[in-house]
C-alpha cells in the first residue's frame, strides 16, 4: 500500500468490494472536496456526500478551489473536468506542480479516450462518467481513501 | 314670288305713306268727280284703285276702313245726286260700285294675307342652313337660297337659270326618284354633288314636286343637307370600332363591358342620401347581393369565354358573371361600387369566382367607366387570371416554411450534444438528491429537513430540465408563422442560453451590451430564434481555432431609424473572406460539411419580418452580423426606446 495517493493507478472504479464497517468510520469525517461548476450537480453531490457522514465542501472553479485556506484539509478531491477558465485537467497538472497529498477523482459528461488517458497521465485516482451515480462514487471514494490509508482527521 | 325685295324699314314707312297719300287724295278727287260730273259711268267704280293703293301700304284695318269709307263716299254721293229718284241705272251703278269696292278691299286683304305668309316663308327658306333649290320642269334652277350659296360656292345670280343637274354635277338615283315623285310626290334620300371647288359632297335630300293648280307637275323644291362630314364622323367611328372590337376580341386576357344602369337606380333608390356608399354595402350584404344581380354584362370576348369555362359567349352575358362571385368575395365590390361611382379612374379588385365547372378562380378585376356613353351604361372590366400566381405563392410560402423548418432541425441536430447534456445535469442531481433523501431518513433519527431540501431540490431541477425540453420544442416547431410581440430580452437570453454549452467548451465569453429590458419586436417567436442561434452558433464556430486573444461573442441592442432595433452579433474571430455579403448566399459555406443555407434562410427569414440583415468585417478583428427588426406596437406608449 502506498503512502502517496497521487500514484495509485486505477483506471476505473472499484465497487464497493469488501469495505468492511470499520472502515467505514475510518472513512466517516473525512475532507471531500468537489469541484463543479454546474451547481445543480455540486449541490447534489454535496448533500449526498453529507448525508453520508461526510465533510464535504463545494467550489464552483478550479480557481475557487485553490484558493480556498482549507485546501489543504482536503482527504479527497472530487472535480469536473469540462470548467471555464481552468479545466480538470489544468487543474490535475496544477495541483501536481505545487503539491498535493490527496486523491483526485475526475467526472466528465464527455468521457473521450483522449481525455481519459490524459487524465490518467496525471495521476487521477479514477475518471467516472457523468450522470454520476451517487452510491458509485461514495464507493469509488471510500475504495479511494482506504486503499491510500487515510482516515478521519487532518 | 321668286325675288323678295327686302326693303329697308325707313324706306318702307316712306314708301307707305306715300301711297296712303295719294291714296286719300285720289279718294277725294273721285268724289268730287262723282259729285259734281254728270258723267254716267260707274265713276264710283275707280275707288277701288284707292283701296288697292292702300292695300299696298297699310294695315289690314286701314284697308277695310278704306273699302267703308269709299262706300261710304259713294253712298254719299249717289244719295245727294239721285235721292228721291226712281229705280233706275243709277241704282245700278251704284250697286255695281259698292259690290266692287266690297270685292277689292276683301281681294286685297286676302292678298295682303297670302304675301305676309309667303313672306315668312320665304324667310324661312333663307334661314335654313340647309340648301332649298327650286327648279322648274326642265331642272333650271329658279330660286337658290343663302344656304345653297354658302355650300355649293355658286351665288344667286351665278346659279339662276342654270340647269341644276348640270351645275352640280348631280349623281341622283333618277329612277328611283322618278318613281317615288310619281306615286307620292316626294322623295328623300342620299344623291352625291360637286361644289364649286371641284369637291364631292354627299347630301341627304329631300324632293317635292311642284304642281300648278290643274295637278300638272312643273318642276321640284328641293331641301338638302351636307352629309360629308357626318359621313366622315361615322366612317371614323367605325374603323374606331372595329378597332375596339378587334383589340376586345382578340386580347389574351378576359374582357367584358357590363351595364351598370339597373343597379345604380337600386343604388339610388335604396341606399340613404349622404350615406358612405361604401361603409353603407358593407353593412347591407344583402342589398349589395341585390345590387350585383342587376348588372347586365353585355359583351365578353373569348378570353372571358376560356376563364369561367364556359360553354360560349351566350352564357355570360346577362347576369352570369357577377352570379358566379363567390359569396366570400361579394363584400369586396362594396368598395368597388363606392370608388367608382366617386368617379375614380380605375378600380382593381382581387375577387373569388366559380366556373361553370364549379372550379374555383381567383380573378384580378381592373374596372373603369366609358365615359364616352351615358353614365352607367358602358362599365368596362379587365380580368386576369391569378389563381396559378396564388397557388404558386401558396406553395413557395409553404416550401420557404418547410425549408426553415428543416434548417431549424439541422440546428437542432448541431446542438442535440448540448441539449442531451443539459438535460443530464438536473437528471443526474435528481438521481442524488433522491438517493441522499434516503439516506438522510434511513438515519437512526431521520433528518426531516435535510430530507425536505432534497426533495425541494428535486423539484428545481426538475422544473429546470422541463425549461430546456421547452426551448427545444420551440426550436423544433414546425407550422406557419405566428406573428407577435416579442420581448426582446429574455428573447436573447433564452437563445444565448441555448448555445451557452457550446460557447463554454469552445471558451467562447459571451456578453450582452445594450439596453434590450422593456423592448420588445414584432415577429415569429421560432424563427427570430432560429435566426439568433444559428448567428450564435457561427460566431463560436468561427472562433474555434483563434490563438492568443480573448475569444469573446459580443451581441450588441441598439434602437435603429424607422422605429426598428438592431441586433448585432459580434465575434473575434479571424473574419469573413472576401466580400462579407455572401455569406447571406444560398450554398455557401465555409464548413466542408456544411448544407450552407443557414444564412441565407435567416436573410430570408428578417427580410419578411420587415427588416434587413448585413455582414462586415471588424476593423480589428473578426467579424459582424447585424439585423434589424421591427418595433411592436407599443401599446398606449412612447414609440421607439423607452
Known sequence: MEDRPGKAHFSGGIRGAGVGQEQKALVQAAVISIVDDDDDVRSSLVNYLRAAGMDVRGFSSAGGFLAAPDRAETDCLVTDLHMPEMDGLDLQRELNRIGRDFPVIVMTAFPTPGARAESNRLGAAAFLEKPIDPDALLDQVEAILTAAGRTGGA | ?642
Not at chain 2, 301711297?19 to 264710283?44: E, K, N, R, T, Y
Not at chain 2, 380573378?363 to 351604361?377: E, Q, Y
Not at chain 2, 438536473?426 to 426531516?448: C, F, H, N, Q, V
Request: net charge neutral.
Open chain 2, 1 to 642: 314670288m321668286t325675288e323678295h325685295r327686302r326693303a329697308t324699314p325707313a324706306r318702307y314707312h316712306g314708301r307707305k305713306r306715300l301711297f296712303l297719300l295719294i291714296a286719300g287724295l285720289l279718294a277725294l278727287a273721285l268724289f268730287a268727280l262723282d259729285l259734281l260730273s254728270p258723267m254716267q259711268g260707274a265713276v264710283a267704280v275707280l275707288y277701288i284703285i284707292v283701296v288697292l293703293l292702300t292695300a299696298q301700304a297699310g294695315s289690314p284695318r286701314a284697308v277695310v276702313l278704306t273699302g267703308l269709307g269709299c262706300g261710304a263716299l259713294a253712298l254719299t254721293a249717289f244719295l245727294f245726286m239721285h235721292l228721291g229718284d226712281p229705280f233706275d241705272s243709277a241704282y245700278v251703278r251704284l250697286g255695281v260700285s259698292l259690290i266692287a269696292i266690297m270685292a277689292a278691299t276683301l281681294l286685297s286683304l286676302r292678298d295682303r294675307s297670302a304675301r305676309t305668309t309667303l313672306a315668312e316663308q320665304a324667310r324661312l327658306l333663307e334661314l335654313s342652313h340647309d340648301t332649298v333649290i327650286i327648279r322648274d320642269a326642265r331642272d333650271h334652277i329658279i330660286y337658290w337660297n343663302d344656304g345653297a350659296q354658302a355650300l355649293y360656292g355658286w351665288t344667286r345670280a351665278e346659279a339662276i337659270g342654270r340647269h341644276c343637274g348640270e351645275l352640280l354635277h348631280s349623281e341622283v338615283p333618277a329612277g328611283a326618284v322618278e318613281a317615288a315623285l310619281a306615286r307620292t310626290g316626294h322623295w328623300a334620300g342620299e344623291i352625291t354633288r360637286t361644289r364649286r371647288d371641284g369637291t364631292r359632297i354627299v347630301l341627304t335630300s329631300r324632293w317635292l314636286l311642284r304642281r300648278d293648280p290643274e295637278g300638272e307637275s312643273i318642276g321640284v323644291i328641293e331641301s338638302s343637307a351636307d352629309l360629308t362630314d357626318q359621313k366622315r364622323a361615322d366612317a371614323e367611328r367605325q374603323r374606331s370600332e372595329r378597332r375596339y372590337q378587334t383589340i376586345f376580341n382578340g386580347a389574351v386576357f378576359a374582357i367584358w363591358e357590363a351595364d351598370w344602369t339597373q343597379m345604380q337606380a337600386y343604388l339610388a333608390a335604396t341606399v340613404p342620401e349622404g350615406a358612405d356608399l361604401g361603409a353603407w354595402l358593407a353593412d347591407h350584404p344583402e342589398d349589395l347581393h341585390e345590387a350585383l344581380g342587376r348588372v347586365d354584362v353585355r359583351d365578353v370576348n373569348a378570353a372571358a369565354v376560356d376563364l369561367f369555362d364556359a360553354p360560349d359567349r351566350e352564357a355570360l352575358i346577362g347576369n352570369s358573371i357577377p352570379a358566379r362571385v363567390l359569396p366570400s368575395s361579394e363584400g369586396k365590390f362594396a368598395q368597388v361600387l363606392a370608388a367608382l361611382t366617386a368617379d375614380a379612374g380605375t378600380i382593381e379588385q382581387e375577387v373569388r369566382y366559380r366556373t361553370f365547372t364549379g372550379r374555383p378562380i381567383d380573378v384580378l378585376l381592373r374596372m373603369r367607366r366609358l365615359s364616352d356613353s351615358a353614365a352607367w351604361s358602358r362599365v368596362l372590366v379587365m380580368a386576369l387570371d391569378v389563381t396559378e400566381r396564388n397557388e404558386a405563392r401558396a406553395r413557395l410560402e409553404q416550401a420557404s416554411a418547410e425549408l426553415a423548418h428543416a434548417a431549424r432541425v439541422s440546428t437542432l441536430g448541431q446542438l442535440a450534444a448540448s441539449i442531451a447534456h443539459e438535460v443530464n445535469q438536473p437528471l443526474s442531481a435528481i438521481i442524488t438528491y433522491g438517493k441522499s433523501a434516503k439516506r438522510w431518513l434511513a438515519r437512526p433519527e431521520p433528518d426531516m429537513a435535510e430530507t425536505v431540501n432534497c426533495l425541494d431540490q428535486i423539484v428545481a431541477n426538475g422544473s429546470r430540465a422541463a425549461d430546456v425540453i421547452a426551448r427545444v420544442r420551440t426550436l423544433a416547431r414546425k407550422g406557419p408563422a405566428e406573428t407577435g410581440r416579442l420581448d426582446l430580452d429574455p428573447l436573447i437570453r433564452e437563445s444565448v442560453s441555448l448555445v451557452e454549452r457550446e460557447a463554454r467548451q469552445a471558451q467562447v465569453a459571451i456578453r450582452i451590451e445594450g439596453e434590450g429590458a422593456d423592448v420588445a419586436v414584432q415577429g415569429d417567436r421560432v424563427q427570430v430564434q432560429q435566426v439568433l442561434v444559428n448567428l450564435l452558433m457561427n460566431a463560436v464556430q468561427a472562433m474555434r481555432n483563434v490563438e492568443g486573444r480573448d475569444r469573446e461573442l459580443r451581441i450588441g441592442i441598439a434602437p435603429a431609424a424607422d422605429a426598428m432595433m438592431r441586433i448585432s452579433v459580434r465575434d473575434s474571430g479571424s473574419g469573413i473572406d472576401g466580400d462579407p455579403a455572401r455569406i447571406f448566399e444560398p450554398f455557401f459555406s465555409t464548413k466542408a460539411d456544411g448544407m450552407g443555407m443557414g444564412l441565407s434562410i435567416c436573410r430570408s427569414i428578417i427580410e419578411a419580418h420587415g427588416g434587413r440583415i448585413t455582414a462586415r468585417n471588424n476593423p480589428d478583428c473578426g467579424a459582424t452580423i447585424s439585423l434589424t427588426l421591427p418595433l411592436a406596437p407599443s401599446a398606449g406608449g412612447p414609440s421607439g426606446m423607452p
